[in-house]
């Protein structure tokens, strides 16, 4: 049967969606490459090419939304049509933060400009290596509607997250050896933590090929649970305490735990005045955030010393930060009514921001 003209610019509108999404990933995609190949060559002009050229993507992303919400307006979309609709706004976004990630990392390739440090590149390029092609499938696969191939590129995204774990513990033991300068170190850090920023945003752009196909959901599957890291210097009074109340609440919707910069040993008034409360700390001891698994698996990262918020992960991130900083009451002195004092005022301030923390979360109130 001929096409009526509606299917037929039904599918002219589609089409032309699609062809302004795989434009705006070839630019994210060169703009990445640009990046990792001005790293590599320490190419200031390279550098600043990404850093221009995201401008373009930014006014891609203006023209994508302005044609999605068009064919809204005159195709009135239902169905299949309208989770195209929904999908294609959605990795609109993915693909301009993409942008910006690539962006970033150029403008830390500058910042390296006149150090002298010896890139450990091919371990950049490892974890380039998944993540650029992870994006360019995740694309391909909502330009083609191919299902399979989006669960294929989603299988990539573990691989980034080892991979960025492995380099930015590498880069500290580099540091540590004296064999790259200290301020070299947070640069490429932040290089490595952008890239494996795009193996989740090609995730994303995934999750949504495959509402787009099927219409099911998956983006959110596994996040009913909450896990929430308080964090202070040593993780043997506050972090302790703070840990202890949360797990105390009985709520299983949420994983609480805490570390510290560094490793001390547990305080015994601590667990006393714990006891008191009828919390046991019989069984903890202290742990580095180094100790920590999974790190970036935590929605929450509570730092309770000020200290501790050199933990908080650089923006843009998925984690949200706040900053409970409080008097570590292990160092008052006094008599022992002024020292239970201090406990008990640690204690209220701790069990009231985790409470209203959790109540926040849960939409309701906890007994």
Known sequence: MTP?????????????????????????????????????????????????RDQRIDELEKEIDRLCLEFIVRQQPVAGTLRFTYAAIKINSDLERVGDYAESMARQV??????????????????????????????????????????????????????????????????????????????????????????????????????????EYTKHSGSEMFRVLFVDEHNSCRSQMAEAIGNALGQPKFVFSSAGLTRSSLDQTAANFLAGKGMDLSRHTSKGIDQIPHLDQYQILVALA??????????PTKAVCLDWSTRDPSTVQGTAAEVNAAYEETYQFLRGHIRDLVEAILGDKIE
């Open 110 to 215: 500058l910042s390296l400009e006149g150090v002298e440090v010896d890139v450990p590149i091919e371990r950049f390029d490892e974890i380039a290596g998944h993540a650029i092609p992870m994006l360019h499938d995740a694309v391909e696969a909502f330009v083609t509607q191919d299902t399979a191939l989006a669960k294929r590129a989603m299988e990539a995204e573990e691989i980034v997250d080892k991979q960025r774990h492995a380099l930015n513990a590498e880069l500290v033991q580099l540091r540590q050896e004296h064999k790259i300068p200290l301020e070299s170190l947070a640069p490429l850090m932040s290089i490595v933590n952008r890239l494996e920023r795009v193996g989740d945003q090609a995730k994303a752009i995934c999750q949504e090929v495959l509402y787009m196909c099927t219409g």
């Open 4 to 52: 009526s003209h509606f299917e037929e610019t039904l599918q002219r509108d589609i089409q032309r969606i699609r062809g302004k999404v795989r434009e705006m990933a070839s630019l994210a995609i060169l703009s990445l490459n640009g990046s990792m190949a001005a790293l590599a060559q320490k190419n200031r002009q390279l550098a600043y090419s990404v850093i221009l």
């Open 306 to 315: 000020k200290e501790a918020k050199s933990i908080f992960p650089p923006p």
